[in-house]
């Protein structure tokens, strides 16, 4: 299997930025995808954005998109979330995840497809 382990969180001020990192190891050539996921107290764990692993394409939720970047450094087994422009509403436990090829699901945003998580790194935007 794939082990994850996060870094990077911490409490950011209102329009702040952070970077965060997830280091994969162990059966690594079953990654398809790797994503971040994020979930505030009381709701439902929900997609930020992910990247294939072997073209490097994204995708975005839209309420990230233009100011969080997703990016990969295969020679490392690392992917990167560099977020701007933070809002009080980013705060959250953000979990690194990973997903295996699944043909008659290609798309990156289903959280069902992904069977590695990592342990999660607090994300906190104070106003």
């Known amino acids: 299997q794939v082990q994850l382990v996060e870094s990077g969180g911490g409490l950011v001020q209102d329009g702040g930025s952070l970077l965060l990192s997830c280091a994969a190891s162990?059966?690594?050539?079953?990654?398809?995808?790797m994503g971040w996921f994020r979930q505030a107290p009381g709701k439902e764990r929900e997609f930020v954005a992910a990247i294939r692993r072997s073209d490097g394409r994204t995708d975005y939720a839209d309420s990230v998109k233009g100011r969080f970047t997703i990016s990969r450094d295969n020679a490392k087994n690392t992917v990167y979330l560099q977020m701007n422009s933070l809002k009080p509403e980013d705060t959250a436990v953000y979990y690194c995840?990973?997903?295996?090829?699944?043909?008659?699901?290609?798309?990156?945003?289903?959280?069902?497809?992904?069977?590695?998580w990592g342990q999660g790194t607090q994300v906190t935007v104070s106003s």
């Open positions: 995840a990973t997903r295996p090829d699944v043909p008659t699901t290609q798309a990156m945003s289903i959280r069902g497809v992904y069977n590695a």
């Open positions: 162990g059966r690594i050539f079953l990654i398809y995808a």
